[in-house]
Each structure stands twice: as C-alpha cells, then as structure tokens.
C-alpha cells in the first residue's frame, strides 16, 4: 500500500496529482488544533459506522478532476477548576488547591432540550449507564456528562462541540464505591433537570450531600437548580441557536447578550453555577452573570462547611480551664437554626472531652444548646428565637462565606 501526504494551500485546496484508477482513502485532521467530523463520503468501518477523519474517493476514467471536500472543526478544549476558595473570593489563587473527588455536571442546553421533548431521558436505562460509569464519569447521551476530579488535577473536557452549555456542582460526588446510592442520586438529578416533582429529594436529603458550602440544611441550593434549570432549558427552545453560535462575539457582545437573556436570567439563581458559549470558531466565553468573558478554565470555588470543635468537661475546680485530671460527661451538644432545626447533634462520653459539629452552614445564625441538668458556661445572654427558648444554650455563632474562618472553638465547662 502506498501513501502520499500533502499539506493545503493558504486557501484550505489540496491536490493530489498522476493518480491511476481505483479507489483511494484520504486520512485528515490529525492537528491538535482541528477534529474531523463525519460527512458523506466518509470511510465505514467493520460494522458500517462511519470514520470522521478518513474519506473515500473513487477514480475512473470519466472524472479528470475529482473533488473531495473534508470538514473539520475547530477543537475546542474546555476545564473545569474545583478549587478549595479559602478567601471566597471566587478565584483560584495560588495558594489554593484543586480539590479531588468533587463532580461537575456539564450540560448541553439544546441537546437536554431535545432529550426531553423527545422522551429520550424518561426511557433511558439508567442502571446500565451507572454500572458501566468509570472513575467518577457518567455520560447521559451527549447532552449531561458527569466528570469528577482526581488525582488533585483539573477536569477536562476535550472536543466540546459549538453550543450553550450550563456547568453546575453536583449535589453529591459520583464515588465508584457506591453503586446503588449513585443510581438513586442520579434519578433524582434527571428528575431535577427534566422538571420532575422533587419532594422526594427533599425528604431524603442523604441524596444529595456534599459536605461542602454548594448544599445547605435547608436544601436552598437543590430548591434553586430545580426552580430554575428546566426553565432555562425550556427557554432554549426560544433561541435561534444557530444564529447563536454564528454571532462574531468580539463586535456584537450586546446582540449576543439580548438574545440569551432570559436563560442567563433564570440561571443567574443558581448558586455555583456558570454559563457558557463556544462558537462555531472554536471561541468559548463565559456568560455568567450577562458579562462576557473568554476563558477556557471555568473555575468552581469550595468552600469546606465550617466546623465548631472544643472540650465539654467537668471542671472540678472551676477555674474555667480544662486541667488534667478533669473529664467528660455524657452530654448532647446540638447545633440549631433560627427555626428549631437541629443541625447536628453529638452524645460526648466519659471518657473523652472532645466534640465536634460539622456541616454548619455559613451565612446563618447557628446556636449551640446543651441537654442535662449541671450548671454550665458560657450561659448565652443574647436574643433567643422563640422556637429555642427554654432551650441551654451556650452561644450564637454565624460563619461568614465571604471569611477565611471555618472553624470556631468553643469549650462548656460543667459544674460538678
């Protein structure tokens, strides 16, 4: 078999001369820069799919001059950066770290669009999918792919295609080690994005957790991703995406913007969400919050839910101090709401002082009570919402998400 190899003209023309009869295949797009899709004349393989990237040209001798178009496409390389935001500035500084095992969902609004409306997703063998799901990756079709960091590295996502895109935190990791509970999280995002009745999420919040500063007690964030999201989807339908995607972005940024508004709107109250364009150039741009700008590395800042930690112990001399020979008591420690919700709540024991409460929320007033009957301190003097009055309570803590403190330590001598 022999080959030739030849490079087009400034203009994208190739020519390959003093060719006998038969038939002949012409391989294209091995650049980084450009993928090859399928087209008419392309090459079968054993099964009779076709082969992007290698054509098929007959030679007899009616044709003098044969012509053979070969499409391509820009490659377009997209990141996804989840990164642990200790100042929660929103941007990965240098000392933060991309944080593993955290999974993005990546959405193709039109294509979603269609899976919906076509009753695609409703039929889709979701248990199959989740089995056969490596290393944190789960693809539904084309149109939402799961990807989860490792390895401390950035997620990548090669070869994205010309179109609206919607990259969302996952409300729970996609870990290999728990099939079942993957199969019955992922229904519930389907259910989320398709516009499904969501209260059995809510009255299961184990489905969707976590651990960080994206899924709060109230479930606020999973409210707003199904309030919102199946709008935004449905409103693709409204947008001529074509024309879309065409639009020269540097000289029409205000034309561009009117046009996807009303989804970038909707989108807007999603938290930890970003909103994106590639163009059929290849470009891709950062839509997030009706401004524009181009990027490839869509970060997701993190922040760890804070803790409250310290010593519950009898203080024998009662000088406020935990000193050696002073020890615990069974106690519960429990974290409330304004509203009387229990947070998190702790037996300590006899035979170690230590405790702690984690997965507190920021931004909220979080009060700390404590059950039994001994005297204690501190003795909280502040305002007491009237759903904890009656209530022992120690103190009144709000973590601030905008601080780079996420974790207090607060100590509950008792009294012998």
Not at 22 to 39: A, L, R, S
Request: net charge neutral; proline share 4%; aromatic share 8%.
């Amino acid at each position: 078999m022999q080959s030739l190899v030849q490079k087009q003209n400034a203009v994208g023309v190739y020519n390959f001369t003093k060719l006998t009869k038969g038939n002949y295949f012409i391989k294209y797009g091995t650049e980084t820069t450009t993928k090859p899709i399928v087209q008419q004349n392309s090459a079968l393989d054993a099964t009779g799919k076709q082969i992007p990237g290698i054509a098929t040209v007959t030679i007899n001798t009616l044709n003098v001059v044969t012509w053979a178009d070969l499409a391509t496409k820009k490659a377009t390389n997209l990141t996804l950066t989840p990164f642990e935001d200790l100042n929660g500035n929103g941007v990965k500084d240098s000392n933060e770290s991309i944080i593993t095992g955290k999974t993005l969902i990546f959405i193709n609004l039109e294509k979603t669009a269609d899976l919906i409306s076509s009753g695609r997703l409703s039929e889709l063998d979701l248990n199959s999918k989740i089995l056969g799901a490596l290393g944190g990756s789960l693809d539904i079709e084309d149109a939402i792919l799961f990807r989860t960091s490792s390895k401390n590295e950035a997620i990548k996502m090669p070869d994205v295609d010309p179109g609206m895109y919607v990259m969302v935190r996952s409300p729970f990791n996609l870990t290999v080690g728990d099939l079942l509970g993957n199969i019955d999280k992922v229904t519930a995002i389907i259910n989320i994005i398709s516009g499904g009745d969501i209260q059995g999420i809510l009255d299961n919040p184990t489905l969707l957790d976590t651990g960080d500063i994206s899924t709060t007690p109230n479930n606020d964030y999973i409210k707003a991703l199904a309030t919102f999201l199946p709008k935004a989807i449905n409103s693709v339908e409204k947008v001529d995406v074509e024309k879309y995607l065409g639009t020269e972005t540097a000289t029409s940024v205000n034309t561009t913007l009117s046009e996807v508004q009303s989804i970038a709107t909707l989108l807007n109250h999603i938290p930890s969400m970003r909103f994106a364009k590639v163009d059929i150039w290849g470009n891709s741009y950062d839509l997030t919050g009706l401004k524009f700008t181009k990027t490839t590395d869509f970060q997701f800042g993190i922040r760890k839910l804070p803790v409250i930690t310290g010593d519950l112990f009898v203080d024998k001399n009662k000088n406020g101090k935990k000193d050696l020979l002073e020890f615990g008591k069974a106690t519960k420690v429990t974290a409330y709401d304004a509203n009387g919700n229990v947070l998190q709540s702790i037996t300590t024991s006899s035979l170690t002082t230590k405790f702690t409460l984690d997965k507190i929320p920021f931004d909220k007033t979080v009060y700390i009570g404590i059950d039994g009957t001994n005297g204690y301190s501190p003795v909280y003097t502040g305002a007491v919402p009237p759903a904890l009055q009656g209530l022992r309570l120690v103190g009144a803590y709000t973590f601030d998400s905008k601080s780079s403190i996420q974790e207090i330590k607060q100590n509950i001598p008792l009294l012998p």
